[in-house]
């Protein structure tokens, strides 16, 4: 099933730009842009969604004054090009704050928090049948769909992270403390500067070290007590 989206946004060339990276995702369904608040409101009155693109200088209904119209709010990630507005919508339990003009990658990190978020909020058995995934940039115009439970380990290299899974090896353009933020803390765990794991491919535990697929990764100084309290006491 397709996360339902809406698009409000006094400008026309913000809502196409919006749309345009919404056509490289799929399990998205654009169902409806707005230029004004007040049209978004009555539509929502009818339909529901899963995630709102919202604008906050818009006239007549401002952004911040529509979200606390809503009783039920559906999940909403602000598109302004203010950032003065940033602790404001945060108090409204907005997901995410997206300054204009929006860079597709800082889009998808935004999205990605949106199937977090999906995910969580499952019933136990819609869990059981669903496979967390990100979508993550692996060049200038592929986006590589990748299932959570297939990362083995993701190495910090510079500006960049080297992810292994069971399918392969790949490079994306990120931080390993902002990628290890949009995963589980229950499934994930950072060992090292350089190192996050999957907690469930871990294969053996020696000393300071921690083996995977066959490989070692040393567990840093700093991260040894959070490691041992998560994973060697949880041992039998």
Known sequence: MKIQCLVIDDEPLAINVIKNYLQKIEDIELVNTFNNAIDGLNFLKHHKVDVIFLDIGMPILDG???????????????????????????????????????????????????????????????????????????DKKKMKKVFLDEILVIE????????????????????????????????????????????????????????????????GRSYIDEVKAKILNSSI
């Open 64 to 138: 911040l004054s529509f979200i606390k119209s809503l009783k039920e709010p559906p999940l909403i990630i602000v598109t302004t090009a203010y950032t003065e507005y940033a602790v404001e919508t945060y108090a409204l339990d907005v997901l995410d704050y997206l300054v204009k003009p929006i860079e597709f990658p800082r889009f998808m990190n935004a999205l990605n928090k949106v199937y977090r978020r999906l995910n969580i909020n499952q019933s136990p058995t819609d869990i059981g049948h669903t496979r967390p995934y990100l979508f993550l940039k692996i």
């Open 156 to 219: 910090s290299q510079k500006d960049y992270l080297k992810i292994t899974t069971t399918n392969g090896r790949f490079m994306i353009h990120s931080t390993l403390s902002d990628f290890t933020d949009l995963l589980p803390a229950s499934d994930f765990i950072r060992i090292h500067r350089s190192f996050t794991i999957s907690i469930s491919k871990i294969d053996a535990v020696e000393g300071n070290s921690i083996e995977i697929d066959g490989m070692r990764y040393s567990i």
